[in-house]
């Protein structure tokens, strides 16, 4: 978990003056929105739809990154 954590300060810091900063904040906030997403659905034994929120965190966090790294930095 801490590298999950410096990935994601480390790329938050550097989004800071990039050309596609509020884009890549929108989808990163989102994909991280849907961490306690799964854990909640985890915790009320609905698997599938765990697997699917988790799924949803490294779709929309690689998404975002891609999005900042397709602009000027």
Aim: glycine share 8%; net charge positive.
């Amino acid at each position: 978990m801490v590298v999950v954590k410096t990935c994601i300060g480390s790329q938050l810091l550097i989004s800071y003056n990039a050309e596609y900063a509020l884009p890549y904040y929108i989808i990163t906030l989102t994909g991280v929105a849907c961490y306690p997403l799964g854990i909640y659905y985890y915790s009320k034994n609905k698997h599938w739809e765990s697997v699917y929120s988790h799924l949803g965190v490294h779709i929309l966090i690689n998404i975002g990154a891609i999005i900042l790294y397709s602009g000027k930095i």
